[in-house]
């Protein structure tokens, strides 16, 4: 059963940069899509990046694109999400997921099979 667990989190003020790490394990790390979502209070989830099995391609939604890069580690079997230039708007859990699922529908919360528990990222203005 895959586990994935969020760390990382805190509190940063605006303009400032946060990387959060994701360790997964119970399952082939390598072969799995790796994710990032965010919730906000009163908000749905949304799709903030994703990055493919082979850490070759990339996907970022437009409210971050330029500001957070995804990256992965095989070796310790972890991603990370390097948040930069914070804004007021970007807090929110934070939310690592994994999935098998064909790359085509990364942006999609249903095709992500396993999610981890959150990390709180708050950013002070």
Same mark, same amino acid.
């Given at each position: ?5 969020? *760390?990382? /989190?805190?509190?940063?003020? +605006? ?5 959060? *790490? %994701?360790?997964?394990?119970?399952? #082939? ?6 994710? &990032? &979502?965010?919730? +906000?209070? /009163? ?13 070759? $391609? #990339?996907? @970022? +939604? ?8 995804? *990256?992965? $580690?095989?070796?310790?079997? #972890?991603? @990370?999400?390097?948040?930069? =230039?914070?804004?007021?708007? $970007?807090? +929110?859990? @934070? @939310? %690592? *997921?994994? #999935?098998?699922?064909? &790359? ?7 095709? &992500?099979? =396993? ?11």
């Amino acid at each position: 059963q895959v586990q994935l667990r969020e *760390s990382g /989190g805190g509190l940063v003020p +605006a303009g400032g940069s946060l990387r959060l *790490s %994701c360790a997964h394990s119970g399952g #082939t790390f390598i072969r799995m899509h790796m994710g &990032w &979502w965010r919730q +906000a209070p /009163g908000k749905e989830r949304e799709f903030v990046g994703s990055i493919n099995w082979a850490g070759g $391609d #990339t996907d @970022y +939604a437009d409210s971050v694109k330029g500001r957070f890069s995804i *990256s992965r $580690d095989s070796a310790k079997d #972890t991603v @990370y999400l390097q948040m930069n =230039s914070l804004k007021a708007e $970007d807090a +929110a859990v @934070y @939310y %690592c *997921s994994a #999935t098998r699922a064909p &790359w085509a529908g990364r942006r999609g919360s249903q095709a &992500w099979d =396993s999610w981890g528990q959150g990390a709180q990222v708050a950013v002070s203005s």
